[in-house]
């Protein structure tokens, strides 16, 4: 099948959307990582880790739990939306798809 420039276009747009806050970049770097599913509660921990580039226990419990929330309501829906994870809300576990390692090269790319 023969690649049109625009779907090669759309392709690089859907994943620039998808990569364009930090928090989702953060979360396709940890599911990357680990291959394998988490519960949203430890994936935030990781963000937070990775934003705050401190130890668990030195960031504030009310930080971690506003960066759980902006997961839960805005950057898992974006990421699960764009099939690059599956989310099972009712367990509150994230799951990488194929297309997280895909987003990684990307970031990889610009990095």
Not at 61 to 71: A, F, H, N, T
Request: glycine content about 2%; proline content about 3%.
């Amino acid at each position: 099948m023969e690649t049109h420039p625009a779907d090669e276009t759309t392709s690089v747009t859907d994943a620039f959307g998808l990569l364009g806050h930090r928090y989702r970049r953060y979360t396709v770097r940890t599911l990357d990582e680990h291959r394998c599913e988490l519960a949203l509660a430890d994936l935030a921990d990781e963000a937070a880790r990775r934003e705050y580039d401190a130890d668990l226990s030195a960031i504030a419990s009310e930080d971690v739990r506003e960066l759980y929330l902006s997961l839960y309501h805005t950057h898992v829906p974006k990421l699960a939306a764009g099939n690059a994870i599956a989310y099972d809300q009712d367990a509150d576990i994230v799951a990488p798809l194929d297309r997280i390692e895909s987003l990684a090269q990307v970031l990889d790319a610009i990095e």
